[in-house]
């Protein structure tokens, strides 16, 4: 029973279900790449270089928010605030699955795919995570390491991102996350606000501001369907596949606009869940099939 509870705990700790998504866009960058000779091996590697790195930036952002995370429903049950797991044995894991995943980034790849991971743990640690208590700007802050995966898959393939097509699912993603975000946001604010952290583009969870900026940002997606077409990167299935996430968020998000409540930002939510899968399943299906 100590064992699983034992990996539960660094379930919560690293947010695998959050980690493996990240890791799973990383790839997909990765393989995507036109002309790219993919093998398994390369793959797992990227998997496991990609996932020890977020594994280690989910754990510091806990770390620094022990005190946070003892507040807020959500996360008051994590490791660390029931004080299940030390700070000591937190930092060691930090540090042993940074270095673990720098070090095969930068041997089994090149420099640059390490170089991009490192910066986005930077910007999530050492940014995004105090900005949140100062700014609702952090969701913009956040938003970039949340896109770079992709593009450091890419790195990984190419050793250059010196392209249209290289930043196009980093461009994709980058919009796609504040609708997520603001969601989440609106839905989880009581708990943001208990433990100070200022994330909605509004303080206060009143008017139709944040259901507007989620219309915005999703509209934005819909033309955006057409980028990988004009970048070389798919052809029908990307098209048709990033153009049905982003209408279906547009339309929830428009309804949340239409009905302010917790239930319509919870669609929104649901959408934003799906549409990235949706997205990067497109274009593999596009490529190899």
């Keep these: 029973m100590l064992i699983i509870q034992k990996i539960k705990d660094y379930q919560q700790l690293t947010k695998l279900n959050l980690s493996l998504l990240v890791v799973f866009s990383s790839v997909v960058g990765y393989m995507i790449v036109p002309d790219l000779h993919v093998t398994l091996t390369n793959v797992l590697l990227l998997l496991l270089g990609g996932l020890c790195v977020t ?10 928010e022990i005190k946070s995370d003892k507040i807020m ?32 980034l930068y041997y ?12 986005s743990y930077v910007l999530y640690v050492a940014v995004y995570t105090p900005l949140k208590k100062i700014s609702s700007i952090s969701v913009l802050v956040g938003a970039i390491p949340g896109s770079l995966p992709c593009l450091i898959g890419w790195a990984a393939a190419t050793n250059h991102i010196g392209s249209l097509a290289a930043w196009t699912l980093f461009i994709i993603q980058f919009f796609w996350q504040f609708p997520h975000f603001w ?4 839905i989880a604010h009581e708990d943001y606000t208990k433990a100070g952290m200022k994330m909605l ?28 077409l004009m970048a070389g990167l798919g052809g029908p299935i990307t098209v048709v596949g990033l153009l049905l996430g982003a209408v279906w968020m547009l339309y929830n998000s428009y309804q949340f606009l239409k009905d302010n409540s917790d239930n319509m930002a919870r669609k929104v939510m649901f959408s934003s869940f799906v549409y990235l899968p949706l997205v990067l399943i497109s274009m593999l299906v596009d490529k190899y099939i």
């Excluded at 594994?55 to 620094?64: F, T």
């Design 55 to 64: 594994a280690a930036a989910n754990a510091s952002n806990e770390l620094l």
């Design 201 to 228: 583009p509004r303080i206060e969870k009143v008017g139709y501001f944040t259901a507007f900026q989620c219309v915005l940002y999703s509209a934005v997606l819909v033309p955006m369907s057409m980028l990988p």
């Design 183 to 186: 969601s989440i946001a609106w």
């Design 108 to 119: 089994y790849f090149n420099p640059l795919s390490a170089l991009l991971s490192l910066i």
């Design 73 to 104: 429903k959500r996360t008051m049950n994590r490791p660390l605030p029931d004080m299940r797991m030390s700070l000591l044995e937190a930092i060691i894991f930090i540090s042993l699955s940074l270095i673990a995943g720098l070090a095969i």
